[in-house]
């Protein structure tokens, strides 16, 4: 289950290794319009890239919390023709994209794209697993309580991890029935629909999840968990977003979902160097 592979590529998860985060959107938490044409976002991808980042992750709606649902038609405009040249300007990077979209999951599979990393871990969309069978592509499935628009109002839970791991073996098995058990990725979606003590709860009892049998996703980057913490904003949590990415190591990530690649690569091989040498 360390390793990935589809079509004519596969990805060695043995060691723990990085996610670039690319986001397209105008309006995500923290890098929101950064990327405004396609030369910085061929620009921003190289720099992830050379950093060390093993898959770049390209997001056309923002998920953040209260954002509003964007249409089908403008989240694929965002996306087409960044796909298209990204996939050409670095064709053996592992393109993911960040899609709850059956149609456009299917679309991306068609342009090149190697992965579908899905927020809301097939609960958005009846035709996402049914998708995922047909393009036969790994898959992110990660969980969120709510939608993005009303996730943050009131999370509750009996257990965190319990309920989590519950919905995930449901849906797993929802997979199963359609052939897919294998490229499966878990993602217990830090900030999605949990309180910051959910948050805090999910990163001590993280290696919990192993018992799916999956590699695991982190996705901690600067995210509010932090930032209300420590009473900083976004731009001031890279030192809490390795903080946070260490502890998600120790307690058995195999993914690091980040803006920040070089810092991400570091811990991985600090915390490598200390734990398993």
Known sequence: MLQLKWKDKKLDLSSPIVMGILNLTPDSFYDGGKNKNLISIVRHTAKMIDEGASIIDIGAVSTRPNALEVNEKIEWLRLKDVLLEIRKQFPEIVLSVDTYRANIAKSAADLGADMINDISGGQFDEKMFPAIADIKLPYTMMHIQGTPETMQQNPKYDDVVLDISNLFETQLQKLAALGVTENIILDPGFGFGKTIEHN?????????????????????????????????????????????????LVNGANILRVHDVKEAVEAIKLVEKSTFE
């Open 200 to 248: 805090y709860e999910l990163i001590r009892r993280f290696s919990e999840f192993k018992k799916h049998g999956y590699p695991l996703l982190a996705g901690l980057s600067r995210k509010s968990m932090i930032n209300k913490t420590l009473g900083i904003q976004a731009e001031n949590a890279l030192n809490g977003t390795t903080v946070l990415n260490t502890l998600a």
